[in-house]
């Protein structure tokens, strides 16, 4: 028996698409990643970049100038990577996931709720009619191809967003626009395709017994996505265990099952917490594909309840720096790849033209439509619409799913050489439209920077004063340990503050800065402090504490006023600039000793605004 399994072993490692598999996997990879930095160098997207280098040595490329024959062993090695596509696009669908936690929800707004509805459906019907009247395609499949036109693509704008420092009601507009686009697109096609899947089963069944299987299958994908949100809260503990490291602790661990002691991983941002991601998705998602159930809606049921109900650490995990652009490489990579230059006939590039034509008209009429009837300012709604167009991930993976599970490869063929239009024309009109309307803010900043200046604060303190509200304000905390103070203040942040903060994430990510190093700075005074990937804008919770509580540092002396400064991760210098305001307002120790003495929330705030007003 022994034998017979090592001469299979033997066998599969002297397989001779081995080495062909190898072969096919740098190329596309080192084609991509120089594709993407040429790209860079000239001004454009590296996706466009990695998308064209893949394609550059996909095997169609290789067919069209007859490289290789069709349907050799270096076909087979690219189509052997194609699971990985579908496994990222779980992952993309889980992460949306996040983006409907009930506190983003309510903050999207109604303007961006109703711009994003209308340009959406404006797309969608541009799109199918274009392909119904004028391509003469079949309804299902024209609105099938329409719904993948309503995808847009956040990441180039944000990027371009971050390098000119654009900020204010255009980045909120525009923020919740692209996660509800997405949100919208997935369910669509999801339902579409199922559709397309079951319409051969329309004559035996009709249509409502096609539709009523569609509903059960829909069923089955979120049952499958709850599964992988119970599989992740049993791995991946919801405790914030480096606060406290005590018998406790050590009790609760021997109530655990063995496997769970074993496998089981802290709730922060980690490549374990990756895998295990990976690994639940891939599963959950893999099953529901087996059984042809819309899986996009179980990844994305699956991160919905992970948002909601366990830790905002998972999706930090998908986002790790270093490994996050190494998958967009690889999955950019073999998209390109099976992009068939055979498939771009006259008639296809036709049907391109149409789908790019279509979806400008949609994208652009829909989202100016909505900032008029939403009376949004009149820069909004001059710039707003171009900011819509870029489109890559979710739609050039949709494209070649759709492909591959209907058995049409014109889909893709249509779907993919567009992309790359929205990818290069679209960045040049972001990149425009947010010159011009930086140009058109310009004045109204300087004057702003100036009113500050002349009020005699400096922007850091205008920031700390502008995030601490009377209601963020303790006066009576009573817990008698730190730990049990931290928990008291975390609490109170979110039950005040409109941002999504993770409970468990900052009481780890604060027990463990606390470890590192004690964050009492002296004369009675501690701000606990750490930088969440889940906020947006800083939140800060001011307490005092009768009796004072041991936080260490430089005195040792115990704490009676702890202001508690939670910023996002992603600008580190927001951090430092808040610390900075901190150090001018409460170094002084007529000012600690007022605020011991205030008798009212309101009573804090005029302290710290007429000392603000002072240090600048």
């Known amino acids: ?39 860079a160098r000239l001004g454009l997207s590296e996706v466009t970049g990695q998308l064209l280098g893949g394609a550059l040595v996909g095997p169609y ?27 990222f696009l779980g992952l993309v669908a889980f992460g949306i996931g996040e983006e409907l936690h009930i506190n983003r929800v309510k903050r999207v707004g109604r303007s961006a709720f109703v711009i994003c509805i209308i340009q959406g459906l404006l797309t969608w019907a541009s799109i199918s009619c274009s392909f119904i009247f004028i391509a003469g395609k079949p309804l299902l499949e024209s609105l099938l191809i329409g719904s993948i036109g309503i995808a847009t693509a956040p990441a180039v704008t944000f990027v ?11 980045r909120h507009l525009l923020g919740n626009m692209v996660v509800l686009d997405d949100l919208i697109e997935v369910i669509i096609f999801s339902l579409l395709i199922q559709l397309s899947i079951r319409q051969s089963h329309s004559v035996e069944a009709g249509e409502a017994g096609a539709i009523l299987t569609v509903g059960k299958e829909v069923l089955m994908a979120l049952l499958v996505g709850g599964g992988i949100y119970l599989f992740l809260r049993t791995f991946v503990r919801k405790r914030a265990l480096s606060l406290a490291r005590d018998a406790g602790d050590h009790a609760h661990r021997k109530d655990e ?35 042809h159930w819309p899986f996009l809606i179980t990844a994305m049921f699956a991160g919905f309840l992970v948002a909601n109900f366990h830790s ?12 996050a652009p190494a998958l967009n490489l690889a999955f950019f990579a073999l998209i390109g790849a099976n992009i068939s230059m055979a498939d771009l006939t006259l008639g296809t590039l036709g049907l391109v033209g149409l789908y790019i034509v279509s979806r400008l008209f949609g994208k652009l009429v829909g989202t ?47 779907i993919l050489p567009a992309i790359v239009f929205f990818e290069v024309v679209g960045v040049f009109m972001v990149d425009r439209g947010l010159r ?6 310009r004045a109204k900043t300087a004057a702003a920077r100036r009113k500050r200046a002349h009020s005699g604060r400096s922007e850091a303190v205008h920031m700390l004063m502008a995030n601490l509200p009377v209601e963020n304000i303790m006066l009576e905390l009573n817990g008698a340990t730190k ?16 941002e999504h903060i993770d409970r468990v994430q900052a009481l780890q990510l604060l027990g463990e800065r606390e470890q590192l190093a004690p964050t009492g700075l002296g004369n009675g005074l501690a701000v606990p402090h750490c930088r969440l990937i889940g906020i947006e804008n800083p939140v800060l919770v001011f307490g005092r504490h009768e009796k004072g509580i041991a936080f260490g540092g430089l005195d040792d002396e115990p704490c009676t006023l702890i202001l508690l400064m939670l910023t996002c991760a992603r600008d580190p210098g927001q951090h430092l600039r808040l610390l900075s305001a901190l150090a001018q307002i409460l170094n002084s120790p007529e000012v600690r000793a007022q605020l011991r003495e205030a008798n009212t929330p309101e009573d804090v705030v005029e302290v710290l605004l007429a000392q603000a007003t002072r240090s600048a």
């Open 312 to 323: 905002q650490a998972i999706f930090d995990s998908l986002k790790l720096d270093n490994i």
């Open 483 to 498: 730990k049990e103070v931290i928990e008291e203040l975390v609490d109170h942040a979110c039950k005040v503050s409109d």
């Open 160 to 170: 371009l967003m971050n390098q000119l420092n654009v900020e204010g009601r255009l």
């Open 1 to 39: 028996m022994l034998a017979e399994a090592g001469a299979h072993v033997e066998a599969a490692f002297q397989a001779p698409d081995v080495p062909i598999q190898m072969i096919a996997l740098g190329l596309i990879i080192l084609a991509a990643h120089l594709g993407g930095k040429l790209c």
């Open 61 to 87: 490329s290789f067919h069209l100038f007859h490289i290789l024959p069709e349907g050799g062993p270096y076909d087979d090695a690219i189509h052997a990577f194609h699971f990985f596509v579908f496994v």
């Open 368 to 414: 100016w439509l909505g900032c008029r009837l939403m009376h949004e300012d009149q820069a909004i709604t001059r710039y707003l619409p171009t900011l819509m167009l870029p489109q890559a991930g979710v739609a050039a993976v949709e494209a070649v799913y759709a492909a591959a599970i209907l058995g049409r490869p014109e889909l893709a063929a249509i």
């Open 257 to 291: 099952a063995f496997l769970q002691r074993i496998l089981a991983e802290h709730p922060s941002p980690s490549v374990e917490i990756l895998l295990i991601v990976m690994a639940a998705v891939s599963l959950g998602t893999g099953l529901a594909y087996h059984f």
């Open 436 to 441: 011009r309307w930086l140009d058109s803010v």
